[in-house]
């Protein structure tokens, strides 16, 4: 049985961190990319940062300076680690595992950036 489980998301103020993480199992972890979406209030899901089986990564634009995302092939894991928050990155973070074949999401965790 194929499971993403998100973890670390809650409430941060402005220029604070939070650092999210994947637990997956049921699926050879090494062998697929891992992506980080988001979805914020009333606007469509996006790609935040995505690395690859052999450690290659991407961010997009707003993120870039601020966000980290890295992977542990030996515990199953990915992360994401987010500094410099904005009321902005408020959103519903989501964990992806993607291959040629199957594509596999996580449920989601909750990010929001208040004072």
């Known amino acids: 049985q194929v499971q993403l489980v998100e973890s670390g998301g809650g409430l941060v103020q402005p220029g604070g961190s939070l650092s999210l993480s994947c637990a997956a199992s049921g699926f050879t972890f090494s062998s697929y990319a891992m992506s980080w979406y988001r979805r914020a209030p009333g606007k469509e899901r996006e790609l935040v940062a995505s690395?690859?089986?052999?450690?290659?990564?991407k961010y997009t634009d707003s993120v870039k300076g601020r966000f980290t995302i890295s992977r542990d092939n030996a515990k199953n894991t990915v992360s994401l680690q987010m500094n410099s928050l904005k009321p902005d990155d408020t959103a519903v973070y989501y964990c992806?595992?993607?291959?040629?074949?199957?594509?596999?999401w996580g449920q989601g965790t909750q990010v929001t950036v208040s004072s």
């Open positions: 690395i690859g089986n052999r450690g290659t990564t």
């Open positions: 992806k595992a993607v291959s040629p074949r199957y594509d596999y």
